[in-house]
Structure formats: C-alpha cells, structure tokens
C-alpha cells in the first residue's frame, strides 16, 4: 500500500448507528486531518493531529469523534448523525515542519445519513 | 480568521490557456497552494507559491503577489482530462502550528 488510504469507501447509515472511518498514511509524515467535502462549500478542516496529539478541534460537533494512535492510523468515530452530516469525509497527511504543508489526500469516504 | 474567494465556475475551449484567480486574506500567511479534484476523486497537490512571481510546471504555472493577496492558476494547452475542480489554500500558522485553508473551489470545464 502506498500514499493514504481510506475505508470504507462508501458508508450508508441510520441516525442511531455507530460506525468509524479509518485512515492509514505510508508516507512517515506527522501530521493526519479530516475534513468533510460538502456540496458548493469549502473543504472544512474537522481535526489535526500533530504528532499524535490533537491539536485542532475547530468546533466540531460531538458525534464526531477522533481517534489517533499512531502516527500511521487516525479514526472518525461516528455515532447518532444526523442527515446533513451526509458528505464525503476526507483523510490527510502532509510533513507539516515543510512550510508549504502540502496535503496529501486519501480517495475520501462518502457518508450517507439516513 | 480567513477567507479566499475564488470563480466558482469557468468554461474554456480544449486547446485554449484559461486562467483561475484567487484572493485571499489570512494572517500568518506562509504561501498560496492549488489543488486538483477530479470528479469522484481525492485532491492532489499542484503547486505552491511562497514567494511573488511565477512558478512553471508543464502546462501549469501558478502567480502570486503578496502584496495584492492575489494568486493565479494558469493551465495552458488545454486538454479534456483537465476538466476538474481547482482550489486555491493558504498555508498560514495559527493557534501555534501550521495550518491549510482552502478555497470553494472552481470547477472548469473543457469543452471541444
């Protein structure tokens, strides 16, 4: 396996489920994000992990909850959504001690909320 | 906080140069990057300015000036495949580490 990879690939579930995305980098970077990719809006950073610590929380809901134990893997544990958390949910890396950080993305998890 | 404003749309014809703007405003502003998206896929890295001026690669060059918190995407040559959505990001440091905001994105479309 190579670059960022992400699974599932696409996730369907209730409001009342409990599900986790996963995340895995082979790149030895520092630094894992999520972010969610909604429809006609920016790429909204959800969590950062540096160095294993969170260090960005950037006011999202409790449902959503992050898990990082390792620098390789990082998790979004998912639990009661509601229908507009329904978007792609995308997976990062970068080296962030390069000042142009630049960002490597997995192929993303498309999350429907019924 | 920070902002980018970018062209949401933009069509041109296979063949023809097309030029995607982007302006921001941000503190702690370390360089302006763009990405591609192709429909369905994941964004990957395209360039990166720190510096004012022009940086070439292939088909692609990108332009900034900090002064005018302004950049550019260029993509000369224009091929089908190009048809993608393009966003610019700031690399700036805040709350103590360094940190990427993007843009809405454009979506171009090429069209023969």
């Known amino acids: 396996e190579t670059g960022v990879t992400q699974t599932p690939r696409h996730l369907v579930m209730g409001m009342t489920n409990k599900k986790s995305l996963k995340c895995e980098q082979h790149?030895?970077?520092?630094?894992m994000y999520w972010y969610k990719q909604s429809a006609k809006k920016p790429l909204e950073l959800m969590f950062v992990?540096?160095?294993?610590?969170?260090?960005e929380n950037n006011s999202v809901p409790s449902r959503f909850s992050p898990e990082c134990p390792n620098s390789s893997h990082l998790f979004l544990h998912l639990h009661t959504l509601q229908p507009e958390d329904s978007a792609l949910y995308l997976c990062?890396?970068?080296?962030?001690?390069?000042?142009?950080?630049?960002?490597?993305f997995g192929p993303g998890t498309r999350l429907t909320v019924l | 906080g920070q902002s980018l404003e970018q062209p949401s749309e933009v069509t041109a014809v296979e063949g023809a140069i097309v030029q995607i703007n982007c302006t921001y405003q941000?503190?702690?502003?370390?360089?302006l990057s763009w990405y591609q998206q192709h429909d369905g896929g994941a964004p990957t890295f395209l360039s990166y300015?720190?510096?004012?001026g022009l940086e070439e690669t292939g088909r692609f060059s990108s332009f900034l000036s900090r002064s005018d918190s302004y950049g550019y995407l260029l993509l000369q040559e224009l091929q089908m495949k190009d048809s993608a959505s393009y966003f610019c990001?700031?690399?700036?440091?805040?709350?103590?580490?360094?940190?990427?905001?993007f843009g809405i994105g454009t979506k171009l479309q090429v069209i023969p």
């Open positions: 992990y540096s160095l294993e610590e969170r260090v």
């Open positions: 300015n720190a510096l004012d």
């Open positions: 990001a700031v690399s700036h440091y805040s709350g103590g580490y360094q940190k990427v905001t």
């Open positions: 790149l030895g970077h520092n630094a």
């Open positions: 941000t503190s702690g502003f370390y360089g």
């Open positions: 990062a890396s970068s080296q962030e001690t390069r000042a142009r950080n630049e960002q490597f």
